[in-house]
């Protein structure tokens, strides 16, 4: 039997529209993974293999659902750190007793931001140069590296400055240690470690895949892998830059 | 094929079992679900056995005790709600078919998605290693609430049995994180050229928002059972209240934490999840009941609609798990509509079942569909049904008044079998018969799939229908034995017992019925493998010629048209990919 029944009787049925309603030719509309789709036409290249704009839009893509899931989990962690703060229970007496004393805040943190935000322009500054058309070209003729030079530069000092961001982190820690602060001394300072614990995490995994995206400059030498590395972790940065801007003013001001 | 690899299977079969080829992660998730079902049929047997005749020795073991069977609840839950219905029909065919019925030659990141499958298949290591260790299993429920699950004091399974558990799950949250992202991902960007997505088949619409779920509900469970982890070994008190006696003994911890935050966030991850079991299946019984009765779904953007808003409602609902554990009454009001909402679009998709297939007086239209119910419909119909029969108990426990006496009886247990487990059963069962000349090569067989479809339908019926009774007349859930108990409570509970024998029978039945499907399956896999093309004459783009290997050098699909699109009489139709169009007929 043919895949494809062509029977005479369908003609007559002109109810079996293409489901447009003569509005558009169906596929005149692109969907999946094309670019602008200008003058080189990728689109007439099968699907999954039209260029680096397509790899580096679903790497984004990924990312963004991946990020968004993320984010459930430190609004799931934000929702119960504010349930605690606000309970308690009563004693003997029927006084209503809230054991949440709020943990200072060490002066260290102020200074990890900037250096955290400041290390998310180097980032930007890493991602642009991937994109430069004039360093494409000159690759493209063999005259060199330039946007792997360029952008390793500002990786490495985005690796620099986030390694100083987990140590300043760890500084902080020390710091509440000396004063007798620790993860299980009271509910509010659970919630200073589980948080700057669990965004160190997330920043350390955000370094993992800086060191993968320099060796990846150094190694791959398809562009568009470069590019896609680079750009995701970047935006990748990005995001735990802002998220620790949230949380460190919810330390700073939500206590 | 280099000639090595044909020299040597077991070479190959490595080959296959490594690769990140979306079909072999398919298969390999649909190995875990077969373990997974195999053992947790095995657990619900043995409940059921004791639960009848509880001072029955069982061979090897001897007496069940009331906290093994706990534990045997406990894991008998987790198998079948994280491993079988979450993995079989969101990872399994929705890596098996996903990309095919989309146009697509693969997923968006085949590495990331073999990860998970390996993460998945750890997990499922990982829990039942519980089995093996110290105290045993855990026994805190598949819901694991605290204070139960917070301390080691509360019971033999507390100990490492739940810290394994937790790693299992977290394990589970994050592969089915990055599964997710995966599917989302290839549903947006990897559409084939003309697949908008109002032409999507409404399957591709339940991985879709199933996927979305998934990603919103699994972090959160993931942070519960953080804060959990830390309750149990870091001395912090977020589920614990301050001062609590667990078996006589005082709980050492800072803070006033309470067991209903866990439960919020439990069933903020809870309710989304059983919809993630069930979306899946949503999709594929509306494209399979058009298929077989030969019509247009009516009303199909209403249709991807109320699956999206399904899956919205889904995550304003959670609190109806909850009304008699302390929620504030005006909080069990709202939730008592958000739930009563959902029944909403949920009858609006049993409606668009029912006028698809009413009166639909179809001949045989194909070669494989010898008659008319063929066996993937009768199994999308009985998905139908399993939806009506478990449905109709929902509005009755969403309301907080009826749910005070209900709650925690075997009413509940009824409503969810039929509902989630009967139904998500059904639609594997109808995707494994439907897609079976994809996934296999060969259509199975017509008798034996009858068969096993009425056999495991009054099976399904003869255990769960009773459980709705026994419930009303009283008896709990999580009991591990019905009689020993004094006064009037005693013979109640003892009245019920012909009952019990009743429904261990229908579960044994409903066991022993899936054995002509497995004969099936290997009768079928042990004839030569027959071409086929489009054998149940359907209209999307997985039963495309050669759609199944796509070769990077193949023209992809182009899509002309949605799915389902039949002619009034049903003898003719247009798939999505054939460039035919009623105005411009073929050239000659
Ligand atoms: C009309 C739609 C539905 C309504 C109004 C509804 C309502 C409810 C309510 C109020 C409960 C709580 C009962 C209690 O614990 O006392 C419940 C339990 C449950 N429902 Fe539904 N439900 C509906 C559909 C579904 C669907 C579609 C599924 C799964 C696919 C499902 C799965 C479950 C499960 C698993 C439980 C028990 C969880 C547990 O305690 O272990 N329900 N349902
Ligand atoms: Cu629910």
């Excluded at chain 2, 209403?302 to 808003?309: G, N, Q, R």
């Amino acid at each position: 039997m043919p895949p494809t029944l062509t029977p005479p009787e369908i003609d007559r049925h002109h109810h079996i529209s293409d489901g447009n309603n003569g509005h558009k030719p169906p596929t005149d509309k692109r969907t999946g993974g094309n670019g602008d789709g200008d003058g080189d036409n990728w689109n007439n290249r099968p699907q999954g293999h039209r260029g680096p704009r397509e790899r580096l839009a679903q790497a984004r893509i990924g990312l963004f659902f991946a990020l968004g899931g993320d984010l459930m989990f430190f609004i799931a962690l934000v929702s119960v750190f504010f349930v605690t703060k606000a309970s308690g229970h009563f004693d003997a007496y029927s006084h209503f007793i809230n054991e949440w004393l709020p943990t200072a805040i060490p002066s260290i943190l102020w200074l990890n931001t900037a250096i955290l935000l400041l290390s998310s322009v180097t980032a930007e500054a890493a991602r642009r140069t991937m994109f430069r058309e004039h360093d494409a070209m000159d690759e493209w003729f063999g005259i060199g590296r330039p946007i792997t030079r360029r952008a390793t530069l500002w990786l490495s000092l985005t690796l620099l400055l986030g390694g100083f961001f987990l140590i300043g982190q760890w500084v902080a820690w020390d710091q509440l240690a000396a004063q007798h602060v620790f993860f299980r001394s009271n509910p509010s300072s659970h919630f200073f470690y589980l948080i700057t614990v669990t965004h160190a995490v997330h920043l350390f995994l955000g370094i993992v895949a800086l060191i993968a995206a320099l060796m990846i400059l150094q190694l791959s030498r398809s562009l568009s892998t470069r590019q896609v590395f680079v750009d995701t972790t970047v935006w990748y940065w990005h995001v735990m830059g802002i998220l620790w801007v949230f949380l460190f003013l919810l330390l700073v001001y939500g206590q | 094929m280099k000639p090595s690899t044909l020299r040597h299977p077991a070479r190959s079969l490595l080959h296959a079992i490594f690769s990140t080829h979306h079909r072999n992660v398919g298969f390999g998730y649909l190995a875990i679900s077969f373990i997974a079902v195999a053992i947790g049929t095995l657990l619900s047997l043995a409940m059921r056995l004791h639960l009848t005749w509880p001072a029955w020795h069982f061979p090897l073991h001897g007496l069940i005790l009331p906290e093994e069977y706990l534990a045997l609840v406990t894991m008998h839950g987790t198998l079948m709600l994280f491993f079988v219905l979450t993995v079989a029909p969101q990872s399994g065919f929705g890596n098996l078919i996903l990309p095919s019925q989309i146009g697509s030659r693969r997923m968006s990141f085949p590495r990331l998605n073999a990860l998970s499958m390996w993460l998945t298949a750890l997990a499922l290591a990982v829990l039942l290693a519980a089995f093996f260790v110290p105290g045993g299993a855990p026994m805190g429920g598949w819901t694991s609430l605290p204070p139960l699950s917070a301390t080691p004091l509360a019971g033999p399974g507390e100990g490492l049995g739940m810290d394994l558990w937790l790693a299992s799950i977290a394990i589970f949250c994050i592969a089915s994180t990055i599964s997710a992202t995966n599917t989302l991902t290839t549903i947006v960007k990897l559409r084939c050229n003309g697949m908008r997505w109002e032409r999507l088949p409404l399957t591709v619409w339940g991985w879709f928002t199933a996927a979305l779920l998934s990603v919103i509900a699994f972090s959160v469970l993931l942070a519960a059972i953080l804060l959990l982890f830390s309750d149990r070994h870091l001395h912090t008190g977020f589920f614990l209240p301050s001062n609590d006696l667990i078996n006589g003994v005082l709980l050492q911890h800072r803070g006033d934490g309470s067991p209903l935050l866990w439960l919020h966030l439990f069933w903020f991850f809870g309710h989304p999840e059983v919809y993630i079991a069930i979306l899946p299946g949503m999709g594929l019984t509306s494209m399979v009941l058009a298929n077989f009765s030969r019509r247009r779904i009516p009303g199909y953007r209403l249709m991807i609609l109320t699956t999206l808003l399904i899956g919205f409602l889904g995550i304003l609902v959670w609190g109806h798990h909850m009304f008699v554990a302390g929620l504030n009454p005006f909080a069990g009001t709202a939730f008592s509509i958000s739930t009563m909402a959902i029944a909403i679009p949920s009858f609006a998709k049993v409606v668009s079942w029912l006028t698809t297939v009413w009166g639909s007086h179809r001949t045989p239209s194909s070669a494989a569909a010898t008659s008319r119910f063929p066996t993937p419909m009768l199994f999308a119909l009985g998905f139908v049904s399993f939806f009506i029969a478990g449905g109709v108990s929902g509005p009755i426990l969403a309301q907080p008044i009826l749910d005070e006496y209900l709650h925690s009886t075997f009413f509940v247990v009824a409503h969810f079998h039929l509902i989630m487990s009967m139904a998500g059963l059904f639609g594997i069962f109808c995707a494994i018969y439907y897609w079976a000349p994809l996934l296999i090569h060969r259509t199975l067989s017509e008798p034996l799939g009858k068969l096993h479809f009425w056999g495991t339908l009054i099976g399904a019926y003869s255990t769960f229908l009773p459980m709705h009774f026994t419930g009303l007349a009283g008896e709990p859930r999580h009991y591990a034995q019905l009689n020993g108990l004094a006064g009037p409570g005693m013979t109640l509970l003892q009245s019920t017992m012909p009952l019990q024998r009743h429904i261990t029978i229908g579960a044994i039945g409903l066991a022993l019925a899936q054995l002509p499907f497995l004969l099936n399956l290997i009768l079928t896999l042990l004839r030569p493998a027959q071409p086929f093309d489009n054998p149940w004459n359907a209209t999307t783009l997985e039963w495309a010629p050669g759609s199944l290997n796509l070769h990077p050098s193949n023209q992809s699909p182009v899509v002309h048209r949605g799915p389902c699109q039949y002619t009034a009489s049903g003898e003719n139709f247009l798939t999505q990919w054939s460039e035919l169009t009623p105005s411009q007929p073929k050239p000659e």
